[in-house]
């Protein structure tokens, strides 16, 4: 795409949603509008697209797609504001829903917005730079233990005790307020020591871990994932994109559980049910998750860590009661926030 950055999955995931022309769609996460744009032009002048982001410069974009596009609707929030922003619009259900988590290019590529250690700039990372604190300002308050926790539950680091204790060090001397800087003390804090993952960047899984706690990127997709279900229509897709391993492996779980029969509890396994009155799921995984190809690999090598993963809406109604069970279960040792 012109802007630089190229949406990944694009034709998977838009077959996945099984659009219908005239039907209304969000697409919580519009990033620089690739998904929008394709969705967009598989809807007649009847259909819907709801988007939401937070970044500012994604609203800039789909704002001036809107003007155009009377069909495309935008809004600047987090997608777990998924209710209010339909409620707003007068939209009570949807046919369906993409998410397409992590961050854009173009985010990685400026180097003001601090998410990249190859460019030196401030160290903020936030979605939205005019809400919530910034990178910088966490590690300069956070304890020793709490860096080491954030850095092991989202960057899955194993030097993250050497690397917390570096951090708190260097800030004894002066602030750390960018992205060079940081690179530099993980690196220095890993020394000559065999990570065993030689393609990757010694600040890799730090930036990452920080990123997802500045964001509050795994508690937004714990309180979404419970909304969305419960403004889908019968037969409406949720189509969820993920990056890594820990992202994919909170929709692996939330759709597996409110997928999985009435028969898998305990409580009713031996009870004496007729079918027709065996309790069906809210939710039905469809197929196996989708990977990028090849072909797409070679173009874009982003797409090597996506993984696609798809759901469809039942004809059972929303249990507000039962999605909190499943919620509970899905989520079991993550941080809820």
């Excluded at 509008?33 to 967009?40: D, F, N, P």
């Excluded at 596009?69 to 935008?74: P, T």
């Excluded at 910034?134 to 050497?162: C, M, N, W």
């Excluded at 929709?251 to 004496?272: E, G, T, V, W």
Aim: with cysteine; hydrophobic share 45%; net charge positive.
């Amino acid at each position: 795409m012109s802007n630089g950055h190229v949406p990944v999955l694009l034709n998977e995931t838009v077959a996945a949603l099984n659009l219908r022309a005239s039907g209304v769609y969000v697409d919580g996460t519009f990033g620089r509008g690739g998904h929008a744009k394709e969705i967009l032009a598989r809807l007649d002048a009847s259909g819907t697209l709801i988007a939401i982001d937070r970044d500012p410069e994604a609203a800039h974009m789909a704002e001036s797609m809107a003007r155009k596009d009377r069909r495309l609707c935008f809004f600047q929030a987090r997608f777990s504001s998924i209710a209010e922003v339909l409620r707003a619009q007068g939209i009570a259900e949807v046919d369906g829903v993409l998410l397409d988590l992590g961050i854009s290019s173009p985010q990685i590529d400026q180097s003001e917005r601090g998410f990249s250690f190859r460019k030196d700039g401030r160290l903020d990372m936030r979605m939205d730079p005019a809400h919530g604190e910034s990178a910088a300002d966490f590690l300069a308050h956070a304890t020793q233990q709490q860096i080491t926790k954030v850095l092991k539950d989202y960057g899955e680091e194993r030097f993250a005790p050497s690397i917390a204790r570096a951090i708190v060090a260097a800030r004894e001397e002066r602030p750390i307020r960018r992205t060079c800087e940081l690179a530099k003390i993980v690196a220095e804090s890993i020394g000559a020591r065999i990570r065993g993952d030689w393609q990757q960047d010694p600040a890799t899984r730090t930036f990452q871990a920080l990123r997802i706690q500045v964001n509050e990127e795994f508690q937004e997709i714990m309180r979404a994932l419970p909304i969305i279900v419960s403004m889908m229509k019968t037969g409406a897709r949720l189509a969820v994109i993920s990056f890594h391993s820990l992202e994919d492996r909170l929709i692996k779980r939330f759709i597996a559980r409110a997928s999985r029969s009435a028969m898998d509890n305990d409580a009713l396994r031996h009870m004496p049910l007729k079918a027709q009155h065996i309790p069906e799921p809210m939710l039905k995984a469809v197929g196996r998750a989708v990977k990028a190809g090849a072909e797409e690999v070679a173009k874009n090598s982003r797409a090597r860590s996506a993984v696609l993963r798809v759901a469809e809406r039942t004809r059972v109604p929303f249990d507000a009661a039962e999605m909190t069970r499943i919620q509970n279960e899905a989520f079991a040792g993550y941080e809820r926030g």
